[in-house]
């Protein structure tokens, strides 16, 4: 099972989704054990491939390996859905993670917050930045770019301004993308 995670990986990591699919589906097949890496590797692999309902279908199969979701199952899935602008599937995998207390960090909102960006979801977005102040969850660049850069693609400049006004409070650095999208959002909106 290591070796084969381990191939699955490599695969994932070089670009050869379809490869890392191919071997977790032989792993599957021959009854393998299939532990939480293997699964997160193979999940991770759909989103290099842009294979959604591949990463979906994975993920729904863990329960019956009785493998453990971890916070990292849920980032690698949501993150599958997000490149493929799937929002409405990534919250239902984000209100799964919250039923099942996974904790809930920076990078899982991150991913939940450029699900929205990607979905055209500047509103939700916002929420879930906002959600993650009252739960004591911390921003970083990430965190704000998507969601100023979503704002910016919905001409929201107002909404990116009150952002930009909130980075000193938040300890966030700003950075190129930030300020470029912000800029981007205001020219929009005249």
Same mark, same amino acid.
Request: with cysteine; charged share 25%; hydrophobic share 40%.
């Given at each position: 099972?290591?070796?084969?995670?381990?191939?699955?990986?490599?695969? *994932?990591?070089?670009?050869?989704?379809?490869?890392?699919?191919?071997?977790?589906? !032989?792993? *599957?097949?021959?009854?393998?054990?299939? !532990?939480?890496?293997?699964?997160?590797?193979?999940? %991770?692999?759909?989103?290099? %491939?842009?294979?959604?309902?591949?990463?979906?279908?994975?993920?729904?199969?863990?329960?019956?390996?009785?493998?453990?979701?971890?916070?990292?199952?849920?980032?690698?899935?949501?993150?599958?859905?997000?490149?493929? %602008?799937?929002?409405?599937?990534?919250?239902?995998?984000?209100? #799964?993670?919250?039923?099942?207390?996974?904790?809930?960090?920076?990078?899982?909102?991150?991913?939940?917050?450029?699900?929205?960006?990607? %979905?055209?979801?500047? !509103?939700?977005?916002?929420?879930?930045?906002?959600?993650?102040?009252? $739960?004591?969850?911390?921003? !970083?660049?990430?965190?704000?770019?998507?969601?100023? #850069?979503?704002?910016?693609?919905? $001409?929201?400049?107002? *909404?990116?301004?009150?952002?930009?006004?909130?980075?000193?409070?938040?300890?966030?650095?700003?950075?190129?993308?930030?300020?470029?999208?912000?800029? #981007?959002?205001?020219?929009? $909106?005249?």
């Amino acid at each position: 099972t290591i070796s084969c995670s381990a191939a699955i990986s490599a695969c *994932e990591k070089g670009c050869r989704w379809d490869k890392a699919l191919e071997l977790f589906n !032989d792993m *599957e097949a021959s009854r393998a054990h299939l !532990d939480t890496i293997t699964f997160n590797t193979a999940i %991770g692999a759909c989103r290099k %491939g842009c294979e959604w309902e591949e990463a979906l279908q994975i993920f729904n199969g863990m329960e019956h390996y009785k493998a453990e979701t971890s916070t990292r199952t849920f980032i690698a899935a949501i993150s599958a859905c997000e490149v493929a %602008g799937q929002w409405k599937y990534a919250l239902q995998l984000f209100t #799964s993670a919250v039923q099942r207390k996974v904790p809930l960090g920076t990078i899982l909102f991150n991913a939940m917050i450029s699900a929205c960006e990607k %979905g055209g979801e500047w !509103d939700k977005a916002l929420h879930f930045l906002r959600v993650m102040s009252l $739960g004591q969850v911390k921003w !970083d660049t990430i965190t704000v770019n998507a969601a100023i #850069s979503s704002c910016e693609k919905s $001409g929201k400049w107002k *909404e990116d301004l009150q952002l930009l006004s909130e980075m000193p409070w938040s300890k966030v650095e700003l950075d190129t993308i930030t300020l470029s999208a912000a800029i #981007s959002a205001c020219k929009k $909106g005249g």
